[in-house]
């Protein structure tokens, strides 16, 4: 089955710089999220974009999407310690498909 | 408040014993999901229900057990086949009606079987 894979796998940043995270995937899709874990708590939808849109913004986030390449990205502008956290990307095949999660991105923002 | 909920945080079972994890959403979502973390890893699928009284297997069923009786409720029961059952599980709801299949995840279960 079609997987994300999040690049990189961990990431340290000081507080205030931009933090960018990236996801591939292998197949066509219909939708990709990205989601936010915090340790040791449920994940929490941030943003999905459509096969048919190439950007997004939600606050200081930034998505992209190339279908090209199979490829989308995550940037988090002016980074607070608060954004340590995992990042996840899912994508799902089809709009009633379930969704496939990556490994994930750590990433830790230092105060 | 409207969210999904799940119980126990921490569970913790000796070897060979069934244990059944609660998973409760007021979000009138139509579809549920349970997943399986390790640590370091991202989530795999274990079941999901897309409508009351019927669920699929996701990419690693094997040792576990839904039932969908409700559509406010979809219990995993971890059973004594699942051969390293200690993780961290998630439970999650989305709705199919709209064309935005966002899930809210629960806040997890940390199940320790020893």
């Known amino acids: 089955s079609q997987q994300g894979e999040e690049d990189p796998q961990a990431l340290s940043i000081q507080e205030g710089e931009n933090a960018t995270m990236n996801c591939s995937y292998k197949t066509s899709i219909n939708n990709l999220q990205w989601y936010r874990q915090n340790s040791g708590r449920g994940l929490v939808h941030l943003i999905l974009?459509?096969?048919?849109?190439r950007e997004k913004h939600s606050g200081r986030l930034r998505v992209t999407l190339d279908t090209s390449k199979k490829s989308s990205s995550l940037l988090i502008t002016a980074s607070r310690a608060a954004d340590t956290a995992s990042y996840f990307c899912?994508?799902?095949?089809?709009?009633?498909?379930?969704?496939?999660f990556g490994p994930g991105t750590s990433l830790s923002v230092i105060p | 408040d409207g969210g999904i909920t799940q119980s126990p945080k921490y569970l913790f079972r000796k070897e060979g014993q069934n244990v059944t994890l609660s998973c409760e959403q007021n979000?009138?979502?139509?579809?549920m999901y349970w997943y399986r973390q390790d640590p370091g890893q991202g989530l795999r699928l274990i079941y999901y229900s897309q409508i009351v009284n019927d669920f699929q297997k996701g990419d690693i069923a094997e040792g576990y057990s839904v039932s969908r009786e409700k559509k406010e409720s979809f219990p995993l029961t971890v059973t004594s086949a699942q051969k390293n059952p200690t993780a961290f599980y998630l439970c999650a709801s989305s709705s199919l009606r709209g064309v935005s299949y966002e899930q809210y995840f629960g806040p997890g279960t940390r199940l320790t079987v020893t």
């Open positions: 899912a994508t799902a095949e089809t709009s009633y498909d379930k969704v496939i």
């Open positions: 974009i459509r096969s048919n849109e």
């Open positions: 979000l009138n979502h139509d579809a």
